[in-house]
């Protein structure tokens, strides 16, 4: 995978108008924006850019208008608060077809070091399917463009590859540099031992990520619901939790290639465990704990045990390099957060390069207020699994090379 990309340190952006994809697809409640995290995480490359006598054009989806223009999904709350976090005005162009009149006039009148801000790309239908009349709107409007949009880095649409075709030089911004250096590098040269963790509820959603990790990885951890239909592959009673039948061989599979490679595999030796999932999710539970050969048929598994807790923050400490995807069980319930928040501590205590792959993983390791003690946290859920897959990202392949 050659990563070395052009990137907003290696351009002259001086009196040039520069198209930026940045991820603004922020929550929204009533007009009002939720969690700016991926405002401000947005912020080095806006600020490089205008710093260096740009003119800057945003551009972000948010949500899922599906190719016509919804006033709940404009992208005019983000344009304010951005304004506020720069502490220069974020000229708003309200364009329902995205490059219109507005974003014409706006970017016509631009002086060097300014800033606009399109409207929500997928309000145009071509967006989603990268079809060209969408990127050449977007390619003349610019000079340079800039993709630093990892969270969807790893689809093909008009805003981050369709319109990288069209312009002479396509850079990459300092949070998608950042997530090659840390995702891609990890995957492709870590420093070992190198330690992955794999959670979430299902193997279906992991199946490349599972095979190509083991190759890479030294140790291979595997906790969360899809545990349980490894722990069944190998015959274990698994109650009445989270299965899936059809891919008992695949388990079997992988258990043995991992020997094979002669890699570890660690699977839960003991599971947190309930009579029946809490409704709301986080309603109080009667958990008990049981080793993986003596679950009981009328329980059902929903989160890793002490036991086992203590053996994956084992694992993790000798570590290197560590990867995490996924939480450890429900970890939106109080109780059945035990273990991913062990999981979590074991790898702020560690010196290793702690790398969490977005998602619901990046999500814990925020609530739980680890977020700082980490190496690095992705920002694309998505992205940064289909990069553990070993997969190129069209994204970043669409980005010019060094």
Avoid at 45 to 68: F, N, R, Y
Wanted: a negative charge; proline letters at 5%; aromatic letters at 4%.
């Amino acid at each position: 995978m050659a990563l070395n990309k052009v990137s907003v340190d290696d351009i002259n952006v001086s009196g040039k108008r520069v198209l930026c994809r940045c991820d603004f697809n922020v929550p929204l409640k009533e007009g009002k924006i939720t969690d700016e995290n991926r405002l401000v995480a947005a912020l080095p490359t806006i600020k490089k850019l205008i710093a260096d006598g740009g003119k800057v054009i945003l551009c972000s989806h948010l949500g899922k208008p599906k190719g016509e223009p919804k006033p709940e999904l404009s992208l005019a709350p983000v344009a304010a608060r951005l304004t506020e976090l720069l502490g220069q005005e974020v000229k708003f162009a309200a364009d329902p077809e995205v490059v219109g009149p507005n974003a014409k006039a706006a970017v016509e009148a631009m002086k060097d070091g300014e800033v606009i801000l399109l409207e929500n790309t997928r309000y145009r239908v071509e967006e989603t399917k990268n079809g060209e009349a969408f990127s050449k709107d977007l390619a003349s409007l610019c000079d340079i463009f800039v993709n630093d949009a990892f969270g969807t880095a790893h689809r093909a649409h008009c805003s981050n590859v369709g319109v990288s075709e069209l312009v002479d030089t396509a850079a990459v911004g300092y949070l998608m540099q950042k997530e090659i250096d840390f995702l891609g590098n990890a995957v492709e040269n870590p420093v070992r031992p190198f330690v992955a963790i794999l959670g979430g509820a299902k193997v279906a959603d992991k199946l490349n990520v599972i095979s190509n990790l083991l190759e890479k990885c030294d140790t291979l951890i595997i906790g969360g619901g899809m545990a349980y239909t490894f722990l069944k592959a190998q015959g274990n009673e698994i109650g009445k939790s989270l299965v899936d039948d059809s891919k008992l061989d695949y388990c079997k599979e992988m258990i043995a290639k991992a020997e094979k490679l002669g890699k570890k595999l660690l699977l839960p030796v003991d599971s947190a465990t309930i009579t029946d999932f809490p409704n709301p999710i986080d309603a109080p539970v009667d958990v008990e704990v049981y080793e993986s050969d003596k679950m009981p048929a009328d329980r059902e598994g929903c989160d890793i045990g002490p036991k086992t807790a203590e053996l994956f923050a084992d694992a993790v400490k000798s570590a290197k390099t560590v990867v995490w995807n996924g939480p450890m069980g429900v970890f939106e319930n109080p109780t059945l957060a035990e273990g991913t928040i062990a999981v979590a501590k074991a790898l702020a205590e560690t010196d290793a390069t702690t790398i969490i792959g977005g998602g619901d993983s990046a999500a814990a390791v925020n609530q739980l207020g680890f977020g700082d003690k980490m190496s690095h946290i992705s920002t694309g859920g998505g992205a940064s699994l289909e990069f553990l897959e070993g997969k190129e990202l069209p994204g970043v392949a669409a980005a010019t090379n060094k």
